[in-house]
């Protein structure tokens, strides 16, 4: 799906994505990633209802990082829990901590298997915190408190699976290294791809609604680069 920056417009896309997959008979499931801010959305609404009705193969994870930039969990919704919400789709809920790493890949599983099999959608909640900023922009200190995120910090996930790595034996101090370097490489190479990307051109904004253009979007399309020209 091309990239859309408004909260929450992927989770139709998802369902729509997974419903397809369905009436054609294939065995894909659509899997979709969103904030906890992304609840309070008429789409996430929309797209687990239809998710519901229809049976479609759809995840629906919900990283619940307790913030939504400023907006913190308990003003988001008077629902106990995010997973509970499932429950008025006619679907499964679940909750799990989302700081572990290996209950999030069972879990995940467990739902692909069930869409996978014609058992429908499935809501994950994973728990977890935003210890950073949401952004450059954002300044945390301005509405939470230290003392808010100190009990969260030994849940840290990094630090879970280094201790669970190491105590295999499959982590010690040169694998870090050799890791971070090689990761460091990857993201530097990254960043020389991406910038040597071309800006998008104005037509690029008319391209991704329909699989071909409808005769209106085709008139402002000619009207935008009538005026550009
Ligand atoms: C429809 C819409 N409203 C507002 C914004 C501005 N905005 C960007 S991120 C964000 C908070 C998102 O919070 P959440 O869904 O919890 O996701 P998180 O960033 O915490 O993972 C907001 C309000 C936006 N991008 N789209």
């Known amino acids: 799906m091309p990239v ?8 139709p896309h998802a369902v729509g994505v997974a419903w ?26 929309e797209a687990l209802n239809f998710a519901g009705v229809f049976k479609t193969p759809t995840i629906f994870f919900c990283q619940n990082n307790q ?10 919704t008077a ?3 995010i997973a509970q ?6 679907f499964d809920g679940i909750q799990v901590d989302g700081n572990d790493l290996f209950a999030v890949i069972a879990v995940t599983k ?6 996978r099999s014609g058992g429908g959608a499935t809501l994950i ?7 950073g900023p949401h952004t450059t922009a954002d300044d945390p200190t301005k509405y939470r408190t230290e003392a808010e995120i100190e009990p969260w910090k030994p849940l840290d996930p990094m630090i879970r699976l280094r201790l669970y ?9 040169e694998v870090e290294q050799r890791m971070t370097e090689e990761a460091q490489k990857e993201i530097d190479q990254a960043v020389v791809d991406a910038e040597a990307v071309p800006p998008p051109g104005p037509a690029e904004i008319f391209k991704y609604v329909f699989e071909e253009m409808t005769p209106p979007l085709k008139e402002q399309l000619g009207y935008l680069k009538s005026t550009l020209a």
Do not use: C, M
């Open 110 to 115: 467990e739902a692909v298997e069930k869409a």
């Open 4 to 11: 859309a920056i408004p909260v929450g417009t992927h989770l």
């Open 20 to 45: 397809a997959a369905k009436l054609k008979g294939e065995k894909t499931v659509a899997v979709v990633y969103f904030g906890d801010g992304a609840t309070s959305k008429g789409d996430f609404h």
């Open 85 to 90: 919400k499932a429950i008025a789709y006619g």
């Open 125 to 131: 909640e994973g728990v977890t915190f935003r210890f």
């Open 67 to 76: 913030f939504a930039i400023s907006v913190p969990r308990s003003l988001q």
């Open 79 to 81: 629902s106990k829990t």
């Open 165 to 173: 790595l190491k105590e295999k034996g499959l982590w010690n101090e």
